[in-house]
């Protein structure tokens, strides 16, 4: 009959010592809430925004007036501010292009220029677009400070 084995019992041995770990970081002081530090509004409304509202933030400038009145007009979509705050602009800035477009082609000699001047607000419109679906804030000149100034944004 076979023994059975004895179980394998380690010697015991000292733990090794542990050894003092080095300084190498100097401590760190406390650092002051300035306002360059402070959170503005458009950063949370950037850092809020979802691939969703970027998309509609981008649909808003690309098919401008269409795209932001039935944004505005849908209760979930309204109520988030980067998705409002495109839409108003994008909505703005695509009436003013419009009207200004259809006065300029009254003018006989400028008229004619009005089809290059659109396909050239569009590409205009479609690099905000793409700002926006980048999740960054769009600054429009004249529009964007309207917007404020009006409250919708």
Excluded: N
Excluded at 34 to 42: F, Q, V, Y
Excluded at 57 to 72: F, M, R
Excluded at 75 to 100: M, N
């Amino acid at each position: 009959m076979p023994e059975p084995e004895a179980p394998l019992v380690e010697p015991e041995s000292d733990p090794p010592a542990e050894e003092p770990i080095p300084e190498v970081l100097p401590v760190a002081e406390p650092v002051a809430a300035t306002p360059t530090t402070a959170l503005t509004l458009e950063a949370a409304r950037v850092e809020d925004a979802t691939g969703d509202d970027k998309l509609w933030a981008l649909l808003s400038y690309i098919i401008t007036p269409i795209v932001p009145i039935v944004v505005l007009l849908m209760e979930e979509k309204k109520t988030r501010p980067f998705i409002k705050a495109h839409a108003y602009q994008s909505l703005v800035a695509g009436v003013a292009a419009v009207v200004v477009l259809m006065l300029l082609g009254l003018i006989p000699i400028i008229g004619c220029l009005t089809p290059f001047l659109a396909f050239a607000f569009w590409v205009l419109m479609i690099y905000w677009g793409v700002q926006a679906y980048g999740g960054k804030t769009v600054r429009i000149p004249v529009v964007t400070d309207f917007v404020k100034k009006q409250g919708w944004a």
